[in-house]
């Protein structure tokens, strides 16, 4: 198999690193471009000629100034021959779709091991495949399955990340643990509650995940 090129978009460098790290046991892989949004990487992309764009790009789905989604939107019309992989901390089951309506080539979880992330990439561009999470793949096959259709979309007012948040508290998380989960800071976790708190009329945690439950948001 010949070398192949990849670049990553992720605004957090924590992340790229943890990535960089999980492919870097491929030697058959080369990463050349790293940026923190999406804005970035379109404008390297414009300045890339068409034989120095990457083959794959591993994309954060939810990111500041551009989001993955709206990216891949983007990007994969104007350069049709790059692939993107979405890279996310949650498995969102509205975006999962949202993203492959983009032109998204496949849907990752960020902490899948290096051979899931390997193996992904090899089949986008040796099989023209979309790859998926396990996790992911059997979610969306119960919702093709009509397994899980009662569930209703989450309070639109909520971003994505509050969404998130909201549906780790319901799963028992605390602040801590959801920081952990999502990468982000304790402190930055008790503003999305408070925000989640605000946006939907609750006082408390219990409140909020009452209302979860009564609008089958999970």
Known sequence: MNMITLAIADDQSLIRNM???????????????????????LQYLE???????????????????MDGIRTVSIASVKYPSVKF???????????????????????????DDSITLKEAIINVIE????????????????????????KQPLDGSLSTREQEVLLLLVDGLDHREIAEKLFISSATVRTHIANIY?????????????????NRWV
Do not use: W
Not at 24 to 34: F, L, N, P, Q, W
Not at 47 to 65: G, N, W
């Open 19 to 41: 990535i960089k790290e999980k492919i870097s046991a491929a030697g058959d892989i080369k990463i050349i471009a790293e940026t923190s949004n999406g804005e970035a990487l």
């Open 47 to 65: 300045q890339c000629a068409p034989s120095e764009l990457p083959q794959i790009v591993l994309i954060d789905i939810e990111m500041p100034v």
């Open 85 to 111: 992989i979405i890279l996310t901390v949650f498995d969102n089951t509205d975006k999962i779709f949202e993203a492959i309506r983009a032109g998204a080539s496949g849907y990752l979880l960020k902490d």
């Open 127 to 150: 099989y023209n495949g979309v790859p998926m999470s396990p996790a992911i793949a059997r979610k969306t096959l119960a919702l093709l399955k009509g397994g899980i259709d009662e």
């Open 198 to 214: 605000q946006k939907l009329h609750v006082r408390s945690k219990a409140e909020a995940i009452k209302m979860a439950y009564r």
